[in-house]
């Protein structure tokens, strides 16, 4: 079965500490892995996708790299206005454009 | 450039009582739509998807049903709310798969329901 597992659940930060978000799945056929920021009450925001197993992608403070097990989310130097949820979501090749998503992991960030 | 609107922003409804939420998409055509359900613990429960008019698949069995009346138009209805139907429900579209490597999805802004 597909799933995908994030962690930590939450995480704080000082505003400058840098961290990693991790995203863990289990796909037969990984046609895409997908990462989103999610603020409260919001739609989710399309942030990356990645394809293949050493791949990198990068935006602003944040870069997303994929290898065959994990992805990981890595924030560096955040402020505060990087907080937010971040939601990460696989797409099969047997499953058309579904995306199965995981929980989540909520980042705040103090000043 | 593409954009998509939920109406209403928020609802609140007594148990029993009927639902509509609809979705629009503009500045694309033919686009695959979903429907999705997140509850308090942040997943998103895929809840219907549709590749063309009146082509509906649906997720999971439920007390909720979807309608594609137009190319861009996208309707989630049920005819007696439960307590259980609360939650933040979100519309995506994406443009398929035809000839691409992946689909990506793009959210709406969401409909905050709240049953009582």
């Known amino acids: 079965e597909d799933q995908v597992t994030q962690s930590p659940e939450a995480l704080r930060l000082q505003e400058g500490e840098s961290s990693s978000l991790n995203c863990s799945y289990t796909?037969?056929?990984?046609?895409?892995l997908f990462w989103y920021r999610q603020d409260p009450g919001k739609g989710p925001e399309f942030l990356f996708t990645l394809y293949s197993a050493g791949e990198e992608k990068e935006k602003e403070r944040l870069k997303a790299t994929l290898t065959k097990k994990e992805s990981f989310l890595h924030i560096t130097a955040p402020k505060p206005e990087d907080s937010a949820t971040y939601l990460c979501a696989v797409q099969a090749y047997n499953q058309g454009g579904k995306l199965i998503f995981g929980q989540g992991t909520e980042l705040s960030v103090k000043p | 450039s593409q954009t998509i609107h939920q109406w209403p922003a928020t609802l609140v409804q007594p148990v029993g009582s009927p639902l509509s939420l609809e979705c629009t998409v503009e500045g694309t055509s033919n686009p695959n739509l979903y429907w999705y359900r997140q509850a308090a613990g942040r997943g998103l429960q895929l809840l219907f998807y549709?590749?063309?008019?009146?082509?509906i698949s649906s997720e999971v069995p439920q007390n909720l049903s979807a309608s594609r009346p137009q190319d861009r138009q996208f309707i989630l209805s049920s005819k007696k709310l439960l307590l259980s139907d609360s939650g933040f429900y979100l519309c995506?579209?994406?443009?398929?798969?035809?000839?691409?490597?992946?689909?990506?999805?793009?959210f709406g802004p969401g409909t905050r329901l709240t049953v009582l």
């Open positions: 995506a579209w994406s443009q398929g798969l035809a000839g691409g490597v992946t689909d990506t999805q793009y």
């Open positions: 549709s590749v063309g008019i009146g082509q």
């Open positions: 796909v037969s056929g990984l046609r895409g």
